[in-house]
């Protein structure tokens, strides 16, 4: 089963290579979104929480500007089927998902990069809380964008949907890790900290299970 | 025909007894409500804003409950079910959310605040309108019925987290609430007997008027459906259940 889900994530990422629509869409929208903040910005410093506040913003829209590609890309070229009958539900989630962690992962660590580039007040005190976060983050923030967009491709309402049926979903993950990427600037200590790891992690396992127990329903039509 | 006459008695009760019995320092005729520091006239808003978060809760849960069945059975009974249930949490919804954003205003001195609970109902109303920009958005009934099944469980098992984070994230406000000391656990200290009657009363009142609507509701939705498919006429707009 891993074996086809490594192909099935090799074949997506050879064809995204191919056409690269989606890294430069992001790469765009990354660029779009933070310029837009600077502009609004002005000269002005911000403080430290809203600059942790607008990390997250930046990235939950870049993720819905770009991760329902996934699933709508296979709707839009018609095959859809001829997957349905060479894999398993649970064997296409899984390259599903693996791709859509790469792309989230690489967009992540850009928008981290450019914005301890580009903000002042980006400054982190407790480095491996902030890694933490950020890692366990993008898996949740992965594995319920992937679960959402296999929704989208089968409703076929491409665009505004996506995060409106998002949104809710996301919506404690985004709270707790906001709550700890600013716990990591204040250089909180793990300890203090524990209660909204725990959060985040358990937020990731009920995801992963529950997106894999009900995918088999949306996939078989 | 019984009942409708004894729940509309019922209701009609405990809408006149809520807002015309007068608040008191010390109760002593049966009719009296009793004084809660903090609270004061603002108070009598239980009997109409507990019952209606009360039934969204509950609409939320029944909703999710039909939706697990229809993926568990495949019967599109169960969906209407489903569907009238998350119709009528919407309407209970918005009712609780402006009846306790009114209540703020006099209560809090604003009609937002982010309170925990505010924020909960919030995402609560959120799943439901996404729910239904789900479900309006596909034609075909079946895959609507299971796409939308489908979402409602995803939603249902994020709400608890926002149960343990939000008292983290932001002090409660809300009467109940943990760290409330003056005006909290209200319905066991503060209430006399008369006013928990009545707060009891109106949560049975309003419980049953729940189910009666959802009763007609689910119906309505299998009678046109039935009907839909007898005349061959198709859904087209993609609305209803």
Known sequence: MLAKSYALFK????????????????????????????????????????????????????????LARAFV???????????????????????????????????????AILYSALFERFVVQNFPLFVLTFVLGNIGLAVSSTIIAAIIAKAGAKGTLYPVLSFPILLPLILTCVQLTLSSFDGTSFDEAQFELAIVVGYDVIMLTASYMLFDFIWKD | MIWKIFLFLLLAFVSIAGIAFPIVEKPAAWYEFPFIPGLEENAKIIFFHVPTAWLTVIAFFMSTIFSFKYLRKKNLDDDAK????????????????????????????????????????????????????????????????????????????????????????????????????????????????????????????????????????????????????????????????
């Open chain 1, 11 to 66: 074949k997506d990422f050879s064809s995204e290579l191919r056409t690269r629509y989606a890294i430069n869409s992001l790469a765009m929208f990354i660029i779009v979104a933070i310029s837009v903040i600077l502009f609004s910005i002005g000269n002005e410093t911000i403080t430290e929480s809203l600059t942790g506040g607008l990390f997250w913003v930046v990235i939950f829209f870049t993720a819905m500007s770009g």
């Open chain 2, 82 to 241: 489903a569907y009238s249930a998350a119709q009528l949490g919407m309407i209970f919804c918005i009712l609780a959310t402006v009846t306790g954003a009114v209540w703020a205003k006099f209560a809090w001195g604003q009609f937002w605040s982010w309170d925990p609970r505010q924020t909960s109902i919030f995402a609560i109303l959120l799943i439901y309108g996404a729910l239904f920009a789900l479900r309006s958005s596909i034609e075909s009934e079946d895959k609507r019925a299971t796409l939308s099944a489908v979402y409602s469980l995803i939603a249902f098992i994020t709400v608890p987290f926002f149960i343990f984070i939000m008292p983290r994230i932001m002090k409660g406000l809300h009467p109940g609430s943990a760290e409330d000391s003056n005006a909290g656990p209200i319905i066991d200290f503060q209430m006399n007997p008369s006013m928990q009657l009545i707060f009891f009363l109106s949560l049975i009142g309003f419980t049953i008027l729940y189910f009666w609507m959802w009763q007609v509701g689910y119906k309505s939705i299998i009678f046109r459906d039935k009907l839909n498919k007898q005349l061959i006429i198709p859904t087209g707009s993609g609305q209803g259940g």
């Open chain 1, 73 to 111: 890309s296979e709707e839009e070229r018609g095959t859809s089927l001829t997957l349905q009958l060479i894999a398993s539900p649970s064997t296409v989630f899984t390259g599903k998902l693996l791709f859509n962690v790469i792309l989230v992962f690489c967009m992540n660590i850009v928008i």
